[in-house]
């Protein structure tokens, strides 16, 4: 975010607001262009898992209540097909130590219990004193980038000038909106592009676009989340839609995914060969003793 700002300062000036925009989003998308493989391996280890659900259930009636066994008999399968379930989650495990240090360091721009003049006396981390207080200046659609709507009056007022809530609302509603639809869309083409849930999780999984925008939308609104994390996660959102089309697009072309209903429905009974029936021999008939008469005095009456 530093070299960004450097980057932006000399374009757009210290203190705009707009350049302190751009280095949050472009923080984003570097940050994203290095997960694209974490990425891709993911989906690759979601679609070999999917199509590993038969031999899983055959494994869990083998087992039965035995964890242990199940569990080594899991982990041999999985690396037998080259299935990851660590892979799966990396992408998100590299994107919670970026959120949390970025909003980290917004709320260190401006401390609670002092003055505008205090803070822009003080560096944040790698942001030197003269960084903290274009940023502390900065503006975008009127609202400073680490002000939220819960935030205090008070500390809205040593940004160096008064700041309506208002002014915050306008700035910070429209990013909740658009991040929510975001996150309402990207679900429900990530659930399109899946086998259709069976079980248990069934119910789940389809409520999944419904249950995500509500928490964006309570996040956003109740938490102090700064308008810069809210840009933050819009450009997240935005970019994970347009990669999840287009990397499922070129899976699909290169490898259709295998329906789980598919893979896990018993194989049918070959078709019988056309062409005539073989001919069954009659049972000889027994004699009254109840003996069946032998072949050679068939054949010598014969």
């Known amino acids: 975010m530093w070299v960004w700002h450097q980057l932006f300062a000399l374009l757009l000036g210290p203190s705009s607001g707009p350049g302190w925009a751009l280095s949050v989003v472009f923080l984003v998308l570097i940050l994203r262009v290095v997960m694209i493989k974490p990425f891709r391996a993911s989906v690759r280890s979601g679609r070999a898992m999917r199509a590993l659900a038969p031999q899983m259930a055959e ?22 097909h080259g299935v990851s379930v660590v892979g799966g989650c990396l992408p998100a495990l590299l994107q919670i ?21 205090q803070n822009a006396a003080i560096a944040n981390y790698v942001f030197p004193p003269g960084d903290v207080r274009s940023f502390l200046e900065a503006r975008l659609f009127g609202a400073p980038l680490s002000s939220y709507l819960s935030m205090p009056q008070g500390l809205l007022d040593s940004f160096g000038a008064h700041v309506d809530r208002w002014e915050v609302a306008a700035a910070a509603l429209p990013l909740v909106v658009v991040a929510a ?13 899946q086998a259709a849930p069976t079980g248990p999780a069934a119910s789940v999984m389809r ?46 072309t290169a490898c259709p995914p295998v329906p789980v209903a598919a893979v896990a429905a018993p194989a049918a009974a070959p078709a019988p060969i056309p062409g005539p029936r ?25």
Do not use: C, M
Request: charged content about 20%; glycine content about 8%.
């Open 59 to 80: 494994l869990r009636a083998r087992h039965g209540d035995d964890r242990a066994a199940l569990a080594r008999a899991t982990q041999d399968l999985q690396r037998e």
């Open 97 to 117: 130590p970026v959120f949390i240090g970025l909003l980290h360091v917004l709320h260190g721009f401006n401390r609670a219990g002092l003055s505008f003049e």
């Open 181 to 193: 639809i975001a996150t309402h869309v990207t679900a429900r083409h990530s659930l399109a592009r």
């Open 207 to 252: 409520l999944t676009p419904w249950i995500f925008p509500p928490g964006a939308l309570v996040g956003g609104l109740f938490f102090p989340f700064p308008v810069a994390i809210l840009l933050y996660r819009l450009t997240d959102n935005v970019w994970t839609l347009v990669q999840q089309y287009i990397v499922l697009t070129r899976l699909d």
């Open 278 to 302: 073989p001919v069954r021999r009659a049972a000889p008939r027994k004699h009254a003793s109840g003996h069946r008469p032998s072949r050679k005095r068939g054949r010598a009456r014969a």
